[in-house]
């Protein structure tokens, strides 16, 4: 090699060898990824509206996916997957949470509630349900099971003493059509019949 030549590896070179090695891990942590999936499951029992439901999951499925996916509880919106609108807001134990961050082995022997479980075993909408008819608070009606869920624990919770607290704590549900002032109408309507016992 001369003088003039220019010595290591180029840039070309460095390139290729980086693609060649990020692409092989890559592949490598698919593959660990399918062989996980393919041979982990643990039993779940999930008490949904009041029923028991025994299956074997990857540890790594959400609730909401088992609801929607394993149930066909299919109320439960999938909104973001990241915890920032609400759609998919069911109760675990009389609490609000976010199921698309929640794991299903988290929920396994605890109560969760959805839309679905909402109304009375005859068919009578819950006091929620009707208020949100009653005040149009809805459009699309996308959002409108997370935000019924939610309205329900926020009464339960005893955080719906005015529309300024309401809104407080329902801001973690989120009406793209904005339909906040029927839903606050709905919450402050229902909040009396509902009484902290839904």
Known sequence: MSDDEPTGISRRGFLQ????????ALVGSQAKAQEAEAGTRVPV?????GKPYEMMLDPRVTLLDALRERLDLTGTKVGCNHGQCGACTVMIDGTRVNSCLTLAVAASGREVTTIEGLASPNGDLHPMQAAFIEHDAFQCGYCTPGQIVSAVACVKEGHASDEAEIREYMSGNICRCAAYKGIVAAVQEARDKIDGEA
């Open 17 to 24: 060898t980086g693609a060649l090695g990020g692409g092989a």
């Open 45 to 49: 029992t999930l008490n949904v509206n």
